[in-house]
T-cell receptor, first 112, second 114 residues
Framework: ELKVEQNPLFLSMQEGKNYTIYCNYS?????LYWYRQDPGKSLESLFV?????AVKQEGRLMASLDTKARLSTLHITAAVHDLSATYFC????????????FGTGTRLTIIP | SAVISQKPSRDICQRGTSLTIQCQVD?????MFWYRQQPGQSLTLIAT?????????ESGFVIDKFPISRPNLTFSTLTVSNMSPEDSSIYLC???????????FGQGTRLTVV
């Protein structure tokens, strides 16, 4: 059974600091997704990583994928308050059909 | 990108009743997926809905409890049957993008069973 684990589950950090969220998964996949969810809202797509070594950046967020280690990271640079949300990684093991197994989620709170 | 419309956005239902959730997509898609997000939890896949065939259910989910229809390539429904308070969750539909490299989500249906 595929397991997708995120670390940490909860993260409280001060504005201006850097931090990394980790996503480990237990089976082979070369497709990994990162989503953001605000309270009471649906999922907003952040990144889609499609190959080993893929790195994508958008603003203060950067995601990377190491398929050999079965690890993805979401790095936050110089955090600002509006990044407060829950972040999910998700793995596609259905060969591109976007049938996703989600990680446990990381609830991020940025403190002014 | 695909635009997905879900109805209703929220509902409060009595136990023992059923609720049907609709998902409409602005383009034709092969697969549609239904997920459940229990309070404070992550998302769990309920089933995959293909047009013209029976839905495929994940472990722990059965057709009698969550019947799904997929009458065409732009529409699907999920029914939550004989509801109990444990069914209180957000239900989301999802589709894959035309390029097969992205998954899009509807805005979700927040269900509360009392």
């Amino acid at each position: 059974e595929l397991k997708v684990e995120q670390n940490p589950l909860f993260l409280s950090m001060q504005e201006g600091k850097n931090y990394t969220i980790y996503c480990n998964y237990s089976t082979t996949s070369d497709r990994l997704y990162w989503y953001r969810q605000d309270p009471g809202k649906s999922l907003e797509s952040l990144f889609v990583l499609l190959s080993n070594g893929a790195v994508k950046q958008e603003g203060r967020l950067m995601a990377s994928l190491d398929t050999k280690a079965r690890l993805s990271t979401l790095h936050i640079t110089a955090a600002v308050h509006d990044l407060s949300a829950t972040y999910f990684c998700a793995v596609d093991v259905s060969f591109g059909n976007e049938k996703l197994t989600f990680g446990t989620g990381t609830r991020l709170t940025i403190i002014p | 990108s695909a635009v997905i419309s879900q109805k209703p956005s929220r509902d409060i239902c009595q136990r023992g009743t059923s609720l049907t959730i609709q998902c409409q997509v602005d383009s034709q898609v092969t697969m549609m997926f239904w997920y459940r997000q229990q309070p404070g939890q992550s998302l769990t896949l309920i089933a995959t809905a293909n047009q013209g065939s029976e839905a495929t259910y994940e472990s722990g989910f059965v057709i009698d409890k969550f019947p799904i229809s997929r009458p065409n390539l732009t529409f699907s429904t999920l029914t939550v049957s004989n509801m109990s308070p444990e069914d209180s969750s957000i239900y989301l539909c999802s589709v894959n993008g035309q390029l097969g490299t992205e998954a899009f989500f509807g805005q979700g249906t927040r269900l509360t069973v009392v």
